[in-house]
């Protein structure tokens, strides 16, 4: 078997799997914990970030991937959350769940390593890297991570998408960052999945605390982002950690809002399409950004 076709063979494999269980599944079953635990550790695709090929770039692409404000945040979001979840992991005595939390930090820390690299490769200036906290409450910092991955993902595979669209990055570069990007999809399948797991499996009298603590992970990540996006204006710093807000004018991309939400509504069904239907889907980030575009496209039905 040829590298290229070694290459290949993982890449459909991380992209499509299915439990070779038949039938329905209950949810908070311990059969629903070893699917959304296998979906994790089967699609793994071995790539080592070392002996990626980085394509070479002409001196306007190269400009134009170094002028992003992204690869600081975006390095230091990583790393970050790799700590968190390997934090979490090791209050875990469940086997399976534990190998699987431990592969997610694993690919966590590998992006990490591979934004490091495609910064050094191409010259990209980095800022000075912080010295990451080791969480005091594993579960609220494991929690914290995975509602952050399903908004931050859901919005970085739109703008990938448009960027690829509108050729800002060049498709070589694309290509090779493409099993960087899938592999979040996987991330917030296996979250949101353990979250119904989880949630299931609690007493009767521990659930409204778990909702609770749901609750407040939704009102800190807004009031995050709603901060961010108050001083984007006047802050660089939180202009750049709040890409997603920006990111389609920094990415040279002329579309209109409602536009690139159908796009990153689209490509969050496409890249979940390939694994098995029986699990949970993400749904409550799609639910209100499906409104907002409803809503969207009401006031401008007013306004003709």
Not at 136 to 147: D, H, S
Not at 247 to 254: F, H, N, P, S, Y
Request: proline share 5%.
């Amino acid at each position: 078997m040829t590298s290229s076709t070694v290459i290949t063979d993982a890449d459909y494999k991380m992209r499509n799997w299915s439990d070779p269980k038949p039938g329905s599944i209950r949810l908070g079953s311990d059969t629903h914990k070893e699917m959304f635990c296998s979906l994790l550790l089967e699609t793994h695709n071995p790539y080592k970030p070392a002996v990626m090929d980085w394509p070479r770039l002409s001196d306007k692409e190269l400009k134009r991937v170094a002028s992003l404000p992204i690869w600081d945040i975006a390095i230091q979001t990583e790393g970050r959350a790799s700590l968190r979840v390997a934090t979490y992991a090791k209050t875990i005595n469940d086997l399976t769940l534990r190998a699987a939390l431990d592969m997610d930090a694993a690919e966590e820390k590998r992006h990490k390593e591979v934004l490091s690299r495609l910064a050094k490769f191409y010259n990209v200036t980095i800022a000075y890297e912080p010295h990451y906290m080791v969480p005091k409450n594993p579960e609220w910092a494991w929690m914290v991570t995975g509602y952050s991955e399903c908004i931050d993902s859901f919005f970085a595979f739109g703008l990938f998408e448009s960027a690829k669209r509108s050729g800002f990055f060049p498709t070589a570069l694309t290509d090779t960052f493409e099993p960087v990007i899938q592999e979040e999809a996987r991330h917030i399948l296996f979250f949101v999945n353990w979250v119904v797991w989880y949630k299931r499996n609690l007493k009767i009298w521990q659930k409204p605390w778990f909702f609770t603590r749901i609750l407040a992970v939704w009102v800190f990540l807004i009031w995050e982002r709603v901060g961010l996006a108050k001083g984007l204006d006047k802050n660089k710093e939180l202009r750049d950690a709040n890409f997603a807000i920006t990111g389609a004018e920094q990415i040279g991309v002329e579309i209109q809002l409602v536009d690139l939400l159908e796009i990153c509504l689209s490509e969050n069904e496409r890249r979940l399409s390939g694994y098995d239907q029986r699990l949970v889907r993400p749904t409550i980030v799609p639910f209100f950004i499906r409104m907002i575009c409803s809503t969207i496209g009401v006031i401008n039905k007013v306004r003709r």
